[in-house]
């Protein structure tokens, strides 16, 4: 058996999903769930911080920026 680390073929876009998306997943509406992951998806790896304005981020949710902000 190789003692080598295990690499993705793909290491970008996309996370496993762990204890915080079950957490979660019965708890936040479909949409709330929606922005939790596409959050997940996009924040920096590195640092844990993820910056975007509303527009944008309602932009590429494709909903309305008042339903982003509720």
């Known amino acids: 058996m190789s003692s080598s680390p ?3 073929k793909n290491s970008m876009g996309w996370f496993a ?5 079950a957490k979660v997943l019965n708890v936040l509406s479909d949409g709330a ?3 939790f992951v596409y959050v997940c998806l996009n924040a920096r790896r590195d640092t844990g911080t993820f910056k ?3 527009t ?3 932009r ?3 909903r ?3 339903a982003v902000r509720n």
């Open 6 to 8: 295990l690499v993705l």
């Open 17 to 21: 999903a762990g204890v915080e998306v």
């Open 33 to 35: 769930f929606r922005l």
């Open 52 to 54: 975007i304005t509303q």
């Open 56 to 58: 944008e981020l309602a």
């Open 60 to 62: 590429n949710l494709k």
């Open 64 to 66: 309305g920026p008042a």
